[in-house]
């Protein structure tokens, strides 16, 4: 069994667990927003071919759509980063400033 990076929980959370690797969600052909230690935002680079590639890099690649994770493309996405706060992640209003807001400040 391979260690994953992250955890998911309910229906559309995402929590990171390693600090030492960056998530890359990947929400069909919407933007990929990176989580990394820091924070969360947009994700400019592209994305590694192979898993290999990416752990290389460390980073780790999260296809939402994927059976093993949610199945299906999500509209709205929750996630717990380790810089204590939770993001909501809205693919509904790509290109505003509520795209990826603070959702919860201190979660933990």
């Known amino acids: ?8 929980s309910g229906r559309n959370t995402i929590i990171h667990k390693m600090k030492k690797f960056d998530l890359l969600i990947v929400n069909g052909e919407k933007p990929v927003v990176i989580v990394s230690h820091r924070g969360i935002g947009i994700y400019k680079g592209e994305i590694p071919a192979k898993r290999s590639i990416a752990k290389k890099a460390y980073q780790d690649v999260v296809y939402i759509e994927s059976s093993e994770i949610f199945g299906e493309e999500k509209t709205l996405l929750f996630v717990q980063s380790l810089d204590g706060r939770e993001y909501k992640v809205d693919y509904s209003k790509i290109d505003t ?10 979660y933990i």
């Open 97 to 106: 400033k509520n795209f990826i807001r603070v959702h919860q400040d201190n």
């Open 1 to 8: 069994m391979v260690e994953k990076n992250f955890i998911t």
